[in-house]
Structure formats: C-alpha cells, structure tokens
C-alpha cells in the first residue's frame, strides 16, 4: 500500500494554520510562523514528524532512542528531544550550549584538545563515553578529539539519549548520545536572515534558504535547503583570544514518488577558536588581575576543518515497510600550535608554562549503513522490527612533536608571551587503518493495549592497524563489542508511560582507532544499567513530565601510571547511581516553565595505583569532571503580543580535577536573558545577556600531584543584539 501524499509538496499548504495548531505559546508561534522554521525530519525528507520548540516533545518520534521511530512515551529510556528553534529562541549559538543548558544532567568539559566537543552524562565523561552523532551517523573520534557540528543555526533538532546506548550506535556510548538532526529540504519557500552584534567584538551572520526546484506544472519533485552561518569574536581573553568560524550546510532532494526519496548534502564546518587553555591558579583561586589574561604563545594557532557529505535512499513499498540506506564521507584536517600547561610557581612568582605542543590530525571516515523496519504480527501480537548492517573504514593520521620538550616562565602580568620554537616543529608519528562492521536488530511486541516489550542488540567488530612512521613497527588488533538491552512499557493512559530496562555496552579501551600499542592488549570496558521511570503528560497537554532512576557500573577502566604518561594501566570499576526530573509546564496564559534536574553518586568502586611505590587506593571518590548535581531552569513570559521574556538559571555541583578528589572546582550558578520583540510579522530584536551576574567558572582544569594547577575559564558576562527576518 502507497503511502499518502505528501501535504508539504503543495505550495498551497496552509503553513501558518498547519504550523500553529502545533505551537503552544505566542512567542513559539511567531517563531515558527515568521521565520519559517519547518523542517521535515527522517532519512530522504520523507517523514513528517518535527521537534516543537516548547515542551518535552514526548509525542515526537525521535530516531535516536529507537529505529523504530517510536515516541519517548513508547521508548524504555531517558530522552530528550530539543528543537532548533527552542535553542535559537534562547541565545544558544552552539551545540554544547544546547546540550548543557536544555538536556538533562549533561556538562561540559570543552577544551581546545577535545576540539570543545566533550560532555559528561550519568557519571562518565569524555567522546569516549558520551557518543556523538551526525543525522544519526556516529563520528569515530581520533586521539579523544570531536570538532564537529559546533552550529546551532542549521539544526532542526537535537537527540539527547542518557544511558548506555551500545545496541543502538556501537561502542563508546556508556554514559549517552547526542544526535544532533540538521535541517531538510522542504517544498513550502523559506527565507530566513539573523545579523548579531555584541561585546567583545562579537559579529554573526546566518542565511536559511529552502523551498521547491523546478516548474510547478511539471511537478515538485526536488527541493533544497541551504544553511550558511559565519561567526566572529575579538573575544574576552587576551591576547590570542579571537575567534571565527564558518558553517555551511547544503542538501538537495529528489523525490519521484511518496514512497521513494533521495538526498544528498554536504556540510563544512571551519573553525578557529580562542587559542585558551586556562588561566593559572594562584593559591587556590583565579584573581581578577589575571582573569582576562592568555599565556599562550604570540603565534599560536588551532585550525579544524571538517567536511560531511551524506547520500542517502528511503523507500517505503507499503505503509507497514521502511528501508533506508546512507553512504557518507567524512573528512576533518585539525592543527594544534600552542603552549598548553600553566602553572603558578610560588618560589618564584612566575607562571611555568610547558607542553610545547604542535600536532596535526588527518582523518577520512568512510561508510555505509544500510537498515529495514517492518510491522507485522508475532504469534499473533502487533510487533515492529528493525534489522540492519554498518560498515566503514577510517584511516587517520598523526603529526606531533611529543619528542620535544620545554618550559619557560613568565610573569603573572606585563609579560612578553614569546613564540614557539621552531626547533620543536611536529613530524610525522604514526598512521592507522581502521575497519568496522556491525549488525543490529530491534525488536518491540505489543503484549496488550498498555503493555509492551522492547529488545535490542548490536555486534560490532572492528579490526585496527597502526603503524609507526618513526620505527616502521606495526601492530593489528581485532575487537569484539556486543551491546543489548530489554525493556518493558506500560502505558496506564494514552498520555502517560512507566518504564524498566536492562541494558549492556561497552567503551572502547581509548580511542579506538588512536589506540597505541601499549593499550592493544587490554579489554574493552563494558557496563551496565538499571533503569526504571515514568513520563507523561497533564492538564490537557499544558504539563510534561519525566522522572528516571538508574544504576550503572562499568568494569575494566583506562588510567595513565603516575610520572609515565606514555603507559596505562586497566584498573577496577566505576559505578554512578541517579535521579533525574524534567517538565516543561504551560502553568497560566503567557507563562511557561521548563526545567531539569539530576543528582547522582558517582564513584570508583575499585581502582588501585602505585604512587611512588606505594599502592594508593581511590575507590570511594568521585570520578574526575563529573558533577553530582546539574539544574536548569527556563521561564518564558509573554509580556504582551509583541514582547516576550526569558530566565534561564544553570546550577552545576563541584567536580575534581584529580583521582585523589584533594583538586576541587567549585560549583557555579549562571542566569542569562532573552528579551524579544516582534517587530513587524516578518522580523523579530532579540537582546541576550550571558552570565548576567559576571560569574568566574571553571569548564575544565589540570592538576599534578593533587594540586589545581590551571582553570579553564567560562565566558563572562557579554551582550549581543540579533536582527531576523524571513521574506
């Protein structure tokens, strides 16, 4: 059986009608309405299922927690769905903000050495352990490094799954994943524009272009969608403080039929950020004389360049048959230039800075992932199964000069920053090959009209070969990684779902396909998790509602052997144990209140090393950079038909920057603004104030021998101003 027409392929779509009966406040609807922001989500454009930009979206399909395209309330797992919209609405010009300030429980550990891309979620961190997704491809993070998507202005949705999610993406997903969902070519004309201006010689554009190919008489059959954002900074660190960065989405559709579609896209990301790596701590604390100060070297640079090109098919032979299949490239080029440890040395009162770092990645990943979902019946019972096979390839390259080894001091101010020694340039290290294939298969039965079971799983089997450049050694690995889960749901009401799963995965030893050889021999850490929940809406749909609690523990942890950080050791276990709420509340005409909150114990279990010929234990402390408490907290007030105001409040709980739990970052609250006027149908002024009370805040931060050494800063409070417009 065909499927019905696509309603979006008539330009004589009544858009606004359409587009309001899904919008729950004003200040969405104008949104929505004037700027135009309908995007279709699923592979091939064909689905027409989209993200609301208020509320949990708990009635949303989402391809993350399932390939079955179940919604939240039909899904054994936490989570979130955030729209594109909701994220510009609130300032939110990148992918980390986004994540950090709507999901639930998740924090960021940016640096320039992650590529500004790691996160932590229910006790775990690092690219390692929170997966990171493209439209539902996974990236293969070379040397602990994921620079890419960065922009928010071409997302039309962002996928947050909290929990081991091995069953699903493969390895590497023990605390979650983040799927970040681009825009798709659309056939109704949009035509959107934003200009930014603010402190700190901060300077954004963006252009969002969609619509229809080709004469109408001789049918709709292509359409495009063209995303382009450029943003600049002096920033607020100086020197070497600036930033710029460019972000170009582009996809193309073909659809000859309703059943058939296919896309290709390409998008580049480039990127050079404040070339910042912390600011030095001086008996404990950062003080205001040096806040603002970089002790990077005068000519350093950090360069990323990523490209990602995407073709892919949906057919759909009956209403009861999905096949999909996506062929991808992906490309990055990275370049490091920098001095990247600081530390204030009492004796002297000079900052010592090391780690005389020059390096480049080269990286190409390769794939095809082909999959099928059917419905049908088994022994009689509704069921939904989903079958399907990834394979790709991953060479990368590494440039370094770890040969090389100096420090030098300066003052804490009036000081000379210097250059980098041309004597320590990078040369070629090492290079490898990395093949993967997997298979996966899901599966849900429905037991009765409330009762229903979910199972999972996913093999996958990847072969790595290293070699290096300098000695022209080699070495060949090959792992296994299985993944799996059970599930069950009860749904009591239509709009409200109870929920238990069992899940197991596993992370890899590192990164995997950077694994050197000294790590080659050691398993894979695998986990698992306990979870049980409840979600649902009230009040006619004005209130939505999550509540989660979970155990996980992981075996088999990765630690670097004091004093010899070129050798590792695997060592005991990791457990976290959690709570976790969210709602999003429409309580009285006008106001609306969204928020989140996770607290969790997190902790070493087992985890033995030998300090200086002693056998230290650390089981019983907290795990480095995981917080065991994060909150957020938006209220929305449409002051009148033209203007609306938004509160948005931020509480991450103290971390530790070392196993011995003795170098604390403290916990830090933020609040930032958003105040909107509609200027005429088609425009909208938008005046955003970050860290309104100027709070200084640590993200990440080093230390040696149990004492902070250096923080990496949160911005300080700025002010931007964004014009847009849609025509």
Not at 76 to 90: C, N, Q, Y
Not at 335 to 358: A, F, I, K, M, P
Not at 477 to 483: C, E, V, W
Request: charged share 20%; proline share 5%.
């Amino acid at each position: 059986m065909s499927r019905p027409k696509n309603p979006l392929r008539s330009r004589r779509t009544p858009l606004c009608g359409a587009l309001l009966t899904l919008l729950a406040s004003p200040a969405a609807s104008q949104e929505s309405v004037a700027l135009g922001q309908l995007s279709v989500e699923g592979e091939g454009g064909v689905s027409l299922t989209r993200a609301a930009p208020t509320g949990l979206n708990l009635r949303t399909p989402d391809r993350t927690a399932s390939r079955l395209r179940l919604t939240p309330l039909e899904t054994p797992a936490s989570v979130d769905i955030v729209s594109g919209e909701t994220a510009r609405l609130r300032g939110q010009d990148t992918i980390a903000e986004v994540v950090t300030q709507d999901a639930t429980g998740i924090t960021t550990i940016a640096a320039p050495g992650n590529g500004n891309g790691a996160f932590t979620s229910r006790g775990f961190a690092g690219p390692n352990s929170i997966q990171q997704l493209y439209d539902g491809t996974r990236f293969y993070v070379g040397a602990n490094t994921v620079t890419f998507p960065f922009d928010t202005w071409n997302v039309e949705r962002i996928e947050v799954l909290r929990g081991p999610s091995s069953v699903l993406y493969g390895d590497g997903a023990i605390g979650g994943v983040i799927n970040v969902v681009p825009k798709k070519p659309v056939f109704v004309p949009i035509n959107t524009a934003r200009a930014v201006i603010g402190t700190d010689g901060v300077a954004r554009l963006a252009l969002d272009s969609g619509g229809a190919l080709g004469r109408e008489e001789f049918g709709e059959t292509f359409a495009y969608r063209l995303n382009v954002s450029g943003n600049r900074a002096d920033g607020w660190i100086r020197p070497e403080g600036d930033f710029r960065n460019l972000a170009v989405s582009a996809a193309l559709l073909f659809q000859p039929s309703p059943d058939l579609a296919f896309t290709v896209s390409h998008d580049l990301g480039y990127q050079e950020p404040a070339r910042y790596w912390g600011t030095p701590l001086v008996q404990g604390r950062i003080p205001d004389l040096i806040r603002f100060n970089n002790y990077n070297v005068r000519d350093a640079k950090i360069t990323w360049a990523d490209n990602w090109t995407q073709f892919k098919t949906e057919w759909t032979p009956s209403a009861d048959i999905i096949v999909r299949n996506t062929a991808y490239r992906l490309t990055s080029r990275r370049h490091w230039l920098d001095t990247e440890q600081y530390s204030y040395n009492r004796g002297t009162g000079l900052v010592d800075r090391g780690d005389y770092l020059e390096i480049y990645h080269s990286q190409e990943q390769v794939g095809n992932r082909l999959d099928a979902s059917v419905k049908g019946s088994l022994f009689g019972l509704p069921n939904a199964f989903a079958v399907g096979f990834d394979v790709n390839h991953i060479d990368f390259r590494h440039t370094n000069n770890f040969y090389f080894d100096q420090t030098t001091s300066v003052p804490l101010t009036g000081y000379d920053p210097g250059y980098f020694p041309q004597n320590g340039r990078a040369r070629p290290a090492y290079a490898t090959q990395t093949s993967q294939a997997s298979v996966f298969a899901e599966d849900r039965v429905i037991l009765s009209d409330k009762l229903s079971f979910l199972t999972g799983m996913r093999l996958d089997v990847p072969t790595l070969q290293r070699e290096d450049l300098q000695t022209g050694s080699q070495f060949e690995k090959t792992y296994r990684a299985l993944g799996y889960r059970f599930g069950l749901v009860y749904n009591p009401t239509p709009d409200s779902a109870l929920y238990a799963q069992y899940s197991f995965a596993t992370d890899p030893v590192n990164s995997l396909i950077t694994l050197n050889q000294s790590l080659a021999g050691f398993q894979l850490a695998t986990g698992t998790q306990v979870e049980i929940g409840a979600k649902g809406l009230a009040f006619d749909g004005t209130l939505e509602w999550t509540v989660a609690g979970y155990r996980i523990v992981k075996d088999n942890l990765i630690s670097a052997v004091p004093g010899q950080p070129t050798l590792s050791t695997q060592v005991g276990s990791q457990s976290s144990q959690g709570f976790e709420l969210a709602l999003g509340w429409h309580f009285a005409p006008g106001w609306r209140l969204d928020g989140n909150l996770a607290l969790l114990h997190a902790q070493y279990d087992a985890f033995d090393q030998s300090v200086n010929g002693a056998t230290v234990s650390y089981a019983g402390n907290q795990p480095i950079d995981v917080p065991e408490r994060v909150a957020n907290l938006w209220l929305t007030w449409d002051v009148s038909r033209d203007w609306t105001a938004r509160v948005g409040l931020q509480n991450v709980g103290q971390v530790y920057s070392d196993f011995s739990n003795t170098a604390r970052r403290p916990a830090y609250n933020l609040v930032n603004l958003v105040l909107d006027h509609q200027v005429t149908v088609d425009s909208r002024l938008s005046l955003r104030v970050y860290n309104l009370f100027d709070k200084v805040y640590a993200i990440s931060g080093n230390a040696v021998n149990g004492v902070g050494t250096n923080w990496l800063l949160g911005r300080p409070r700025s002010v931007e101003l964004a014009y847009t417009v849609t025509w």
